[in-house]
């Protein structure tokens, strides 16, 4: 259940504005380290900034959301990657994130603009950025009767992209997804690293479910003779 912010939290950000996204006062709740950042970023799968701190209230940008997919989904290790390179005008060889932008582009995990663009800045929605993780992840292709079943439990599903309904059905179903107390998912509010964090932590437990080896129910203990 969301927090109300700190006093000492708001004197933050009220003195940082000019670093740090204007945000709803809900948004900038829970600003503390919780487990699912400690996780992610134990499993390097995200970072804190340079002075470690992780600013779960800050929003993800189109080319962070690449870089973070090309870790989890380790994408770099996909038959696409041997692609010739894309053209993008927005992301030349020098930009922070060049060999991130190419491989979910040639993945087809996301895609570009017209013009040859990635707008590498632009915050992405949640709508947005749980499609592209239901991508790299694989969409389950339910019947569109059963997305509406699995998304008719949040009261704000008909805000949903038509676009999105399917790949969040997905995340929904594996337990990815996070909501507010009512069970609102907010499609549309821009994506939060702190909400990126949840998503990615479900997504590393349920990894760390899978034993390495399938334990057979009855199966005799291998024994030596």
Do not use: C
């Amino acid at each position: 259940m969301r927090k109300f912010i700190s006093t000492v939290s708001l004197v933050f950000l009220l003195q940082n504005f000019s670093t740090i996204p204007l945000l709803s006062v809900a948004q900038a709740a829970a600003i503390e380290p919780s487990e699912a950042i400690q996780k992610v970023v134990a499993a390097k799968w995200m970072t804190n900034f340079t002075d470690g701190n992780f600013y779960p209230e800050r929003f993800i940008s189109r080319a962070e959301l690449a870089a973070i997919m090309v870790k989890v989904f380790r994408l770099d290790k996909r038959q696409a990657v041997s692609k010739e390179n894309i053209v993008i005008s927005d992301v030349p060889s020098s930009h922070w994130a060049f060999n991130d932008v190419q491989i979910v582009l040639k993945t087809d995990i996301m895609k570009g603009y017209r013009g040859n663009l990635f707008f590498p800045n632009q915050r992405v929605t949640k709508a947005e950025a749980l499609a592209i993780f239901a991508q790299a992840y694989g969409v389950f292709q339910f019947p569109e009767e059963t997305v509406k079943e699995i998304l008719a439990s949040h009261p704000d599903a008909n805000s949903i992209p038509t676009w999105a309904r399917q790949a969040i059905a997905t995340v929904i179903t594996e337990g990815f997804i996070n909501t507010d107390a009512q069970g609102n998912i907010s499609p549309l509010n821009p994506m939060t690293r702190g909400d990126m964090a949840y998503v990615l932590s479900k997504y590393l437990q349920r990894q760390q479910q899978q034993p390495d080896t399938p334990v057979v129910p009855g199966a005799p203990e291998n024994t030596q003779n």
